[in-house]
């Protein structure tokens, strides 16, 4: 009868064989003709390529000969052996336990607005909304809306990199023909998840958060809204100018009461800045004021704040209506947005918000502004913060000022080296330091003859006589220059020291004149 119903057993034991995995063995079902009752045995298989965890049920024909005992496998990554992973290193120790999410996952984009990636670490996402496999760590949802599983959880290492930062790495399916590969740096700071590339299924995230710093950070933390003022630095931090403003968010069928540096509103009892309620009059505590804590870095600052039923942070951004940045274009300053919620180990609920604004911003600690003048965001707050890349151009510049040290006095020791250049120099220097320098120079006829002199002196002389005398002189010179070099008719009187030196530079050789 086809219609008929036939129980197959109700459940006896389930055995976990290592190589093989679990098997599920039913007992004690209905009377089978002839014989005992039915049994039934289910083997668990493991299949990570399946996204869906409820898998694939087969029922196996070949194995189940005997009239009364039935065959089945379930295909699903639910049965893929899963070790238990560690979320800590030791030297230097690092936890990163809280950051794993039990019931949820982290959330980033991708190089497409479009493209998101689901991050888990310490274990697998849970999570029933999305169609990840039952062991991925790293997911990647596609514009189209599928999914791709990028990272497996079993293959979670945390190392030390160059840098001293912690990384953990994953690896994945087979893709581009070679398995894909997982890398998120983690790095002090409270900016938070960030994709960085996707090269030949090579992918690389940063993570700025707190349990990436060490006890030895450059972080400042504290307990209060008040001002901190940067000793290092020109620029000061306000987050007091954030206080006084509720916001109120609608989520899953709740509301989030949240306000910075003082109570949440009537919503929330007193003392708490984070709460969320339902319309059934649920209330969840997440953040009490007496156990709120603020750490400044750079252009962020990070609240947060734990409760009797969970914990929250809310990271607020410096950004202004001035800047360029268009990646804040489309965002509305001065809001509260949600950003993630999860269930943690410790079964409490954990919220993060992210808020953009200008009072977030780092103000010159001379002109503290008022509520509006606008902050300053053009410079790091210290050189704590400065990049890397900073340091190293100021590294490169200082290499480039020796190397021309270097050259210039190589060049001065080639030049210097001869006796001749050295005093030839010397002179110059001298003659350019000298106070005759200064003075204005008269030109006159140099070593004239004494026919020269007396036609010179005689200005009252007829021009009859002059013309005698001016051929006298003409006749003198003509008889000069097949004798003698004739000298120069203009000198500088005053400077008889130079004129004797230029002469005894036209006996230089050729040579020394283009050494020199």
Excluded at 15 to 27: E, K, R, W
Excluded at 142 to 170: C, E, L, M, V
Aim: charged share 25%.
């Amino acid at each position: 009868d086809s219609n008929k119903k036939i129980k197959l057993g109700k459940f006896h034991q389930m055995i976990v064989y290592p190589n093989s995995g679990p098997q599920v063995d039913f007992y004690r079902g209905d009377k089978c003709p002839g014989h005992n009752n039915y049994s039934s045995t289910i083997l668990m298989m493991c299949d990570r390529g399946i996204s869906d965890e409820k898998g694939i049920f087969v029922y196996e024909e070949a194995l189940s000969t005997a009239e009364c005992k039935k065959f089945f496998s379930w295909w699903t990554p639910v049965a893929c052996n899963t070790p238990e992973i560690s979320c800590t290193i030791e030297n230097p120790f690092y936890d990163f336990t809280p950051l794993y999410p039990i019931d949820g996952f982290w959330e980033t984009s991708g190089s497409h607005s479009r493209e998101k990636y689901l991050i888990n670490i310490c274990g697998a996402i849970q999570s029933n909304t999305t169609k990840c496999s039952g062991d991925a760590a790293i997911c990647l949802k596609k514009s189209d809306g599928s999914y791709q599983d990028i990272g497996f959880a079993n293959t979670q290492r945390i190392t030390i990199n160059s840098n001293g930062n912690p990384q953990i790495h994953f690896t994945g399916p087979k893709e581009c023909s070679i398995s894909t590969s997982v890398t998120i740096e983690m790095i002090c700071g409270v900016k938070g998840l960030k994709f960085i590339s996707n090269n030949t299924c090579t992918y690389r995230f940063e993570w700025f958060t707190t349990f990436a710093c060490k006890e030895s950070n450059s972080l400042h933390t504290q307990n209060t809204c008040d001002k901190y003022v940067e000793e290092s630095s020109p620029y000061t931090f306000m987050p007091e100018k954030l206080k006084g403003v509720q916001h109120v968010l609608s989520r899953d069928g709740g509301t989030y009461h949240v306000n910075l540096c003082d109570d949440a509103g009537d919503d929330c009892p007193d003392g708490v800045q984070v709460c969320y309620t339902t319309s059934s009059s649920k209330l969840l505590v997440l953040g009490d004021q007496d156990k709120a804590t603020i750490t400044i870095d750079s252009y962020w600052m990070q609240f947060s704040m734990s409760g009797s039923d969970g914990t929250s942070v809310i990271t607020v951004e410096c950004a202004t209506t001035e800047n360029d940045d268009q990646e804040h274009s489309d965002i509305d300053l001065e809001k509260i947005y949600f950003e993630n919620e999860f269930i943690t180990s410790d079964k409490k609920r954990t919220a993060y918000f992210r808020m953009y604004t200008s009072k977030g911003c780092q103000f010159d600690k001379a002109k503290v502004p008022s509520d509006t003048t606008a902050p300053t965001t053009s410079q790091p707050t210290s050189s704590s913060h400065q990049s890397t890349s900073n340091k190293k151009g100021t590294i490169a510049g200082v290499v480039i000022i020796l190397v021309l040290v270097v050259i210039v006095a190589m060049v001065m020791v080639i030049v210097l080296k001869n006796k001749n250049r050295r005093e030839y120099l010397s002179r110059k220097f001298y003659s350019l330091i000298s106070n005759k320098a200064n003075e204005p120079v008269r030109y006159v006829r140099a070593k004239k003859t004494e026919a020269e002199a007396s036609l010179l002196e005689d200005s009252d002389s007829s021009d009859e006589e002059f013309s005698k005398r001016e051929d006298n002189t003409k006749d003198l010179k003509l008889k000069r220059r097949g004798k003698k070099k004739v000298e120069p008719l203009l000198v500088d009187f005053k400077d008889e020291e130079l004129q004797e030196e230029q002469e005894e530079e036209e006996h230089h050789s050729d040579e020394e004149l283009l050494n020199i």
